[in-house]
T-cell receptor, first 116, second 111 residues
Framework: GENVEQHPSTLSVQEGDSAVIKCTYSDSASNYFPWYKQELGKGPQLIIDIRSNVGEKKDQRIAVTLNKTAKHFSLHITETQPEDSAVYFCAASMRIRGSTLGRLYFGRGTQLTVWP | DTEVTQTPKHLVMGMTNKKSLKCEQHMGHRAMYWYKQKAKKPPELMFVYSYEKLSINESVPSRFSPECPNSSLLNLHLHALQPEDSALYLC??????????FGDGTRLSIL
C-alpha cells in the first residue's frame, strides 16, 4: 500500500512568519493530495488540495506544491496567525482497484504553533 | 461549521453496553466513511460505504457493526467494546473519487 511520510512533527513560528510542511509518498498511482487542519476537539477540515496534473495551487495565504517526479508535496502558509495553530495532516489518495472509490493515506501530522 | 453532523459528541459506555453512533450529511455525497482516531495520530480507516453498500471493511472486529440506512445516514453500532476502543470516531463523506469532508467526531470512552 501507499506510505506517506510527513515532516516536521512539530513546528513553532512567530506570528507573521511562514511555515512549510513537507510530505513524501511512495506509490506513483496516487493522484490526489489533500491537506487537512485539525483543531482541538474538531474533525479534520480540508484546507487545500492538489491533483497530480497540477504543480502548484494557491488560496490566499495557503499554497501547495507537488513534484510528481520526486513524489514530494508541500504546504506553505504565509503571514501566519495564532489561529493557524493546529495539527496539519497531508494525505495521498489513489483509486481502489476495481472501483471508483479513492482511499486516503495520511501522514503522521504536524503540530503547528504560532506565537503572537 | 461542518456539513457532516455526528451525534453524540461524547459517549461513555461500559464494556457490556450496546450503543450507536450516528452520522448525517446532506451534500449528496454517495461515499461515506468511518475512521478511528487515537490521540496525536492520523485517522485510521474502518469502513467505506459506496451507494449505500459496504465496499471496504479494514478487518475491523465484529464488535463494530456499520449500517447505511440511506444515502444521507451512516450508523456505527457498538457492542462489547474494549478499553482500547476508546478514541475519536470520525465520519466522512465525499463524491466517489473526490475530496472527503469530515464531521467533528464522537469522543468515545469505554469504562
Amino acid at each position: 500500500g501507499e506510505n506517506v511520510e510527513q515532516h516536521p512533527s512539530t513546528l513553532s513560528v512567530q506570528e507573521g512568519d511562514s511555515a512549510v510542511i513537507k510530505c513524501t509518498y511512495s506509490d506513483s498511482a496516487s493522484n490526489y493530495f489533500p491537506w487537512y487542519k485539525q483543531e482541538l476537539g474538531k474533525g479534520p477540515q480540508l484546507i487545500i488540495d492538489i491533483r497530480s496534473n497540477v504543480g502548484e495551487k494557491k488560496d490566499q495565504r495557503i499554497a501547495v506544491t507537488l513534484n510528481k517526479t520526486a513524489k514530494h508535496f508541500s504546504l506553505h502558509i504565509t503571514e501566519t496567525q495564532p489561529e493557524d495553530s493546529a495539527v496539519y495532516f497531508c494525505a495521498a489518495s489513489m483509486r481502489i482497484r476495481g472501483s471508483t472509490l479513492g482511499r486516503l493515506y495520511f501522514g503522521r501530522g504536524t503540530q503547528l504553533t504560532v506565537w503572537p | 461549521d461542518t456539513e457532516v453532523t455526528q451525534t453524540p459528541k461524547h459517549l461513555v459506555m461500559g464494556m457490556t453496553n450496546k450503543k450507536s453512533l450516528k452520522c448525517e450529511q446532506h451534500m449528496g455525497h454517495r461515499a461515506m466513511y468511518w475512521y478511528k482516531q487515537k490521540a496525536k495520530k492520523p485517522p485510521e480507516l474502518m469502513f467505506v460505504y459506496s451507494y449505500e453498500k459496504l465496499s471496504i471493511n479494514e478487518s475491523v472486529p465484529s464488535r463494530f457493526s456499520p449500517e447505511c440506512p440511506n444515502s444521507s445516514l451512516l450508523n456505527l453500532h457498538l457492542h462489547a467494546l474494549q478499553p482500547e476502543d476508546s478514541a475519536l470516531y470520525l465520519c466522512a463523506s465525499g463524491w466517489v473519487g473526490q475530496p472527503q469532508h469530515f464531521g467533528d467526531g464522537t469522543r468515545l470512552s469505554i469504562l
